[in-house]
């Protein structure tokens, strides 16, 4: 296990986490204190501040899912519906992808929030 310190809206977190996995974690903080600075909430409260990113990258994964219309998980592969002309195909792999980066996202908005009354 490695341990790194986050820094979101000007405040560091003390995070652990599986060895490797600094780099991801990393640029994943910068992804949310880039939302914080567009949304010109930094410096608010820590759990203010996290509400706005959570709710801003919550809000662009609803949105991702809409234009993807992901269907719900089934027994069998689908196959890709044919592409009608003009009309963009996301592949599988990366529907699957994005289903594992929401769930990883969720995953880390969960440490955050257990993390928050002690900060």
Same mark, same amino acid.
């Given at each position: 296990?490695?341990? !790194?310190?986050?820094?979101?809206?000007?405040?560091?977190?003390?995070?652990?986490c *599986?060895?490797?996995?600094e780099?991801h974690?990393?640029?994943?903080?910068?992804? !949310?204190?880039?939302k914080?600075?567009?949304?010109?909430?930094?410096?608010?409260?820590?759990? $203010?501040?996290?509400?706005? *990113?959570?709710?801003?990258?919550?809000?662009?994964?609803?949105?991702? $899912?809409? $234009?993807?219309?992901?269907?719900?998980?089934?027994?069998?592969?689908?196959?890709?519906? *044919?592409?009608?002309?003009?009309?963009?195909?996301?592949?599988?792999?990366?529907?699957?992808?994005?289903?594992?980066?929401?769930?990883?996202v969720e995953?880390? *908005?969960?440490?955050?929030?257990? $993390?928050a009354?002690?900060?």
């Amino acid at each position: 296990m490695a341990n !790194i310190t986050l820094t979101i809206g000007g405040r560091e977190f003390m995070l652990a986490c *599986a060895d490797g996995e600094e780099a991801h974690l990393t640029g994943l903080a910068g992804m !949310i204190d880039e939302k914080l600075a567009q949304a010109g909430v930094v410096g608010q409260t820590e759990p $203010r501040m996290l509400l706005f *990113a959570s709710l801003m990258l919550a809000d662009e994964l609803h949105e991702l $899912r809409q $234009r993807v219309a992901l269907p719900e998980p089934a027994p069998e592969p689908v196959p890709a519906p *044919a592409a009608t002309p003009g009309e963009p195909v996301i592949p599988t792999v990366l529907v699957d992808e994005l289903v594992r980066i929401a769930d990883h996202v969720e995953n880390l *908005a969960d440490l955050l929030e257990q $993390r928050a009354p002690n900060a």
